[in-house]
Nanobody
Framework: VQLQASGGGLVQAGGSLRLSCAGS????????MGWFRQAPGKEREFVAA???????WYGDSVKGRFTISRDNAKNQVYLQMNTLKPEDTAAYYC????????????????WGQGTQVTVSS
């Protein structure tokens, strides 16, 4: 599986962005998909994940503001980010994992390249 993230950019606090992650491979729909972020000098942080069947879970810092979704027919995963805050500024990465421990596993099966999100105050 190859992953390509896009949709990052510069936005003012309170604004919205939608990230996309395009996946390749016929087995895309069988993977747990997730979004992670990493700001300079900080550890990687779990943002959101979605199962092949559509079950979702979120990191505490984004609950109620971010929504993850997927379109298996298009091999796409999305992250709708609303009410953005300056502390959301980071490089955002999508990942795919066969196992359900995508939020906590040290090693995941596949990673995409990052897309930068910058939120100005």
């Amino acid at each position: 599986v190859q992953l390509q993230a896009s949709g990052g950019g510069l936005v003012q606090a309170g604004g919205s962005l939608r990230l996309s992650c395009a996946g390749s491979g016929r087995t895309f729909s069988s993977y747990f998909m997730g979004w992670f972020r990493q700001a300079p000098g900080k550890e990687r942080e779990f943002v959101a994940a979605i199962s092949w069947g559509g079950a979702t879970w979120y990191g505490d810092s984004v609950k109620g503001r971010f929504t993850i979704s997927r379109d298996n027919a298009k091999n796409q995963v999305y992250l709708q980010m609303n009410t953005l805050k300056p502390e959301d500024t980071a490089a955002y990465y999508c990942a795919a994992n066969r196992r359900s421990d995508i939020a906590t596993a040290t090693l995941l099966d596949y990673w995409g390249q990052g897309t930068q999100v910058t939120v100005s105050s």
